[in-house]
Every structure is written in C-alpha cells, then in structure tokens.
C-alpha cells in the first residue's frame, strides 16, 4: 500500500479482554515501531522491529503487552487483560533503516477500555 | 534514557508573523532530531529533521537549529498561515535500534 495501515481504526473493549492490534508498514520498510499515544501528549516508544525481530521491546510497560512481526512485515500488538489506563491511541510507524530515517506514521488504532 | 523537554506548550501567533519552538534533551549520544507536525485526529508527519553533525537546515518556510553543546534544538517558522496550525512535537533518537523519544508537543494556533 502506499502508506501505513492500522486496523482497527477504533476498539472498544471491556476491562479484562484481550486484544489484538494490527499494523500494515509501507512494502519494504524493515524497520517498524510501536508507539502509544495519551490525550495531550506525545507519541511514547513501546517496541521497535528490524526485520522479524524485536530490537528494542524496552518501552513495553509490563508483561500484559507483547508485540510480533513474524514475516518481516505485518506486525500486531497484543494487550492481554486489558486496564482502563490501556485507553490510548496507538501508533504505528515504519522506516526504511534505523533511527535516523523517517518514520512515517499510520493512522493509529483508538484503543478505549471501558 | 533519553529526555525530551518542549517549549512552549501552546504558542498563539498573528499570521505572517513567526513561531519558535524550543527542545532539548538529555543524552548526548543522540544525533537525530525530527519533527512532526500533527493535526487533530490525524497521524504525525514529519516536517524537518536534522542530524547532528550540521547546525541548521532550512526548508522554505521552516528552518530547524542545533546546538549540541547545550543541547538544544529550535523549529522555526516563518511567514505564519492559518494551516501552519496544529500541534508540533520534536524527537530525538541515537539511531541504530532506538525508536524516538518525543517531547511533549506545542499547540501552535495562527491567529487571523
């Protein structure tokens, strides 16, 4: 596709649940990350991929998130018993190096945990 | 880790005149600063980057500065327009396997 993709654009779940979220980089990009976002802040490091494998997972807040990318492409984060504090958008973005090539962001999945 | 500091949290201007948003950060092993500028319940997109072994980069009407020394960063805009409004965050990161750390953002509003 010609840009990042992330679906669902938007999640409702219940305190408790488990959920999945998926991120579509742009075709090539061997670099991606995983970023949260909080109302009136900045976007906040969670996991970053080269290739299939997790390079930096050192901004995953505890052991309920965990994060895949097992082709070298899609990647999903999961969330398992899901906290009201979970409530976020989350972003993801992908680069075609490391850290010092643009990231270009997706539209982000509004996650809210009710 | 890295700690980003942003400044000012919300900047009103008159169009045509223009914006200053000023960063710093704390490791001094990063060498590279984007921004982003985001509008409202849209993605972030970058709009400038520097590395750190230049000072200032210009792009049309926007112009970014380094100093590395105190470590510190500023964005610039110039000739201000209503679409300039938004809210822009600076990162900084170390490259290699570190994603980027991003300060807190700027609601820069363009008055008319």
């Known amino acids: 596709g010609a840009g990042v993709s992330q679906t669902p654009s938007n999640k409702v779940t219940e305190k408790g649940k488990y959920v999945e979220l998926r991120c579509d980089p742009i075709s090539g990009h061997t670099a991606l990350y995983w970023y949260r976002q909080s109302l009136g802040q900045g976007p906040e490091f969670l996991i970053y991929?080269?290739?299939?494998?997790?390079?930096?997972d050192s901004g995953l807040p505890n052991d309920r998130f965990f994060a895949v990318r097992p082709e070298g492409s899609v990647s999903t984060l999961k969330i398992q018993r899901t906290e009201r504090g979970d409530s976020a958008v989350y972003l993801c973005?992908?680069?075609?190096?490391?850290?010092?090539?643009?990231?270009?962001f997706g539209q982000g999945t509004r996650l809210t945990v009710v | 880790g890295e700690n980003v500091e942003q400044h000012p949290s919300t900047l009103s201007v008159q169009e045509g005149d223009s914006a200053v948003i000023k960063c710093t950060y704390s490791?001094?092993?990063?060498?590279?600063f984007p921004w982003y500028k985001q509008e409202l319940g849209k993605r972030p997109q970058l709009i400038i980057d520097i590395r750190s072994n230049v000072g200032e980069k210009k792009d049309q009407r926007i112009a970014v500065t380094l100093n590395k020394t105190a470590k510190h960063f500023s964005l610039h805009i110039t000739e201000t327009q209503p679409e300039d409004s938004a809210v822009y965050f600076c990162?900084?990161?170390?490259?290699?396997?570190?994603?980027?750390?991003f300060g807190k953002g700027t609601h820069l509003i363009i008055q008319p």
């Open positions: 490791d001094s092993a990063s060498n590279y």
């Open positions: 990162a900084a990161s170390r490259g290699g396997a570190d994603g980027l750390t």
């Open positions: 973005a992908s680069s075609s190096g490391g850290g010092t090539t643009e990231a270009f």
């Open positions: 991929f080269q290739g299939t494998g997790a390079a930096d």
